[in-house]
Every structure is written in structure tokens, then in C-alpha cells.
């Protein structure tokens, strides 16, 4: 049980930090926040509103992990090495196929409210 409780506190820990220090991770907080009233409105059913919500938090999970990528490699030297840049550049990568991921689920959702599909 006490390894739950540091476990929950540190992942806390790790989401205020983020909250305080990335932009991006801010914005995508707010968008996060949006989705969920309107995944209620746009889904015609609890699997839409799932995947409407989940594609979000697909989006910020994928921003922790690269903002944690781009820590540690910033600690590692604060030299341009292009290896390391190559590293974020991936990590950005993930972000951009996710935030991909998440604009397709809504455009189909609307689509489906909508009687396009």
C-alpha cells in the first residue's frame, strides 16, 4: 500500500510540475478539459464519448513522455548534438501522430452527429 501512495504522489508530482513549467502541456490541459463536455454532446453513444475523451488523454500522456525525453536529454549535455536533437525530434514526432489520432476521432464523431458518415 505505501508503495501505491508514493507511486500516486509522484505521478501527481510529475503532473503539477508539468502543468507549471510547459506551455503546451497547458493548452493541452485546456483542451483535455473542453473535451469532456463536448465528447457528451458530440457522441452519440458511451464508446464515441470514450474514444473522443481517450484521444485527448492520448495527446497529453504522449507530451508527458516527450517533455520527460526532452529533461533528460537537456541534462544530459546543453551542447547541440545531433543525435540528441534527432532524440526530440521523435519525441515531437509521437506528439504530432497523436495529436493526429486525436483530430481524426473528432472529425469522424462530428461526421457521425452530423449524418455526414
Given at each position: 500500500?505505501?508503495?501505491?501512495?508514493?507511486?500516486?504522489?509522484?505521478?501527481?508530482?510529475g503532473?503539477?510540475v508539468?502543468?507549471?513549467?510547459?506551455?503546451?502541456?497547458?493548452?493541452?490541459?485546456?483542451?483535455?478539459?473542453?473535451?469532456?463536455?463536448l465528447?457528451?454532446?458530440?457522441?452519440?453513444?458511451?464508446?464515441?464519448?470514450?474514444?473522443?475523451?481517450?484521444?485527448?488523454?492520448?495527446?497529453?500522456?504522449?507530451?508527458?513522455?516527450?517533455?520527460?525525453?526532452?529533461?533528460?536529454?537537456?541534462?544530459?549535455?546543453?551542447?547541440?548534438?545531433?543525435?540528441?536533437?534527432?532524440?526530440?525530434?521523435?519525441?515531437?514526432?509521437?506528439?504530432?501522430?497523436?495529436?493526429?489520432?486525436?483530430?481524426?476521432?473528432?472529425?469522424?464523431?462530428?461526421?457521425?452527429?452530423?449524418?455526414?458518415?
Amino acid at each position: 500500500m505505501n508503495r501505491l501512495i508514493r507511486a500516486t504522489v509522484n505521478s501527481w508530482n510529475g503532473l503539477v510540475v508539468a502543468a507549471r513549467t510547459e506551455a503546451a502541456f497547458r493548452q493541452e490541459l485546456i483542451a483535455f478539459a473542453i473535451s469532456i463536455p463536448l465528447a457528451f454532446l458530440i457522441g452519440t453513444d458511451a464508446a464515441t464519448r470514450f474514444v473522443l475523451i481517450a484521444s485527448v488523454l492520448l495527446v497529453l500522456i504522449t507530451e508527458l513522455i516527450n517533455t520527460a525525453i526532452e529533461k533528460l536529454a537537456d541534462r544530459v549535455t546543453e551542447a547541440i548534438d545531433p543525435r540528441i536533437g534527432r532524440v526530440k525530434d521523435m519525441g515531437s514526432a509521437a506528439v504530432g501522430l497523436s495529436l493526429i489520432i486525436a483530430g481524426f476521432a473528432w472529425v469522424w464523431a462530428v461526421g457521425v452527429r452530423l449524418g455526414w458518415f
